[in-house]
């Protein structure tokens, strides 16, 4: 397993743009696929984006494909989701997670999760 730390979130308008980070500890930080989860309040945790372990292949939910990037740094132990368009119904708790057996939307399938960051967008 490796520990994650979660950072960036905020409240920003509607429209705006917010990037969140992810920073992992541990030299095996590569050999995970990660992803990001939100929960927002009153409903299930869901699937936001998912990255391989060499960057090259990402999944997004229809919800925030072409608004929402992943990427990682793998020298920098980092991933990071850059969110563009927001919308009011963005409004979660964002949380990265790591996987070790690759890209997936699946929650269960993650071994290892952040505290989560908290984005609020206004209308």
């Known amino acids: 397993q490796v520990q994650l730390v979660e950072s960036g979130g905020g409240l920003v308008q509607a429209g705006g743009s917010l990037r969140l980070s992810c920073a992992a500890s541990?030299?095996?930080?590569?050999?995970?696929?990660m992803g990001w989860f939100r929960q927002a309040p009153g409903k299930d945790r869901e699937f936001v984006a998912a990255?391989?372990?060499?960057?090259?292949?990402?999944s997004y939910a229809d919800t925030v494909k072409d608004r929402f990037t992943i990427s990682r740094d793998n020298a920098k132990n980092t991933i990071y989701l850059q969110m563009n368009s927001l919308k009011p119904e963005d409004t979660a708790v964002y949380y990265c997670?790591?996987?070790?057996?690759?890209?997936?939307?699946?929650?269960?399938?993650?071994?290892?999760w952040g505290q989560g960051t908290r984005v609020t967008v206004s209308s």
């Open positions: 990255i391989s372990r060499s960057g090259i292949w990402t």
């Open positions: 541990g030299r095996t930080f590569s050999s995970y696929a």
């Open positions: 997670a790591a996987n070790p057996s690759g890209v997936s939307d699946n929650a269960p399938s993650y071994d290892s």
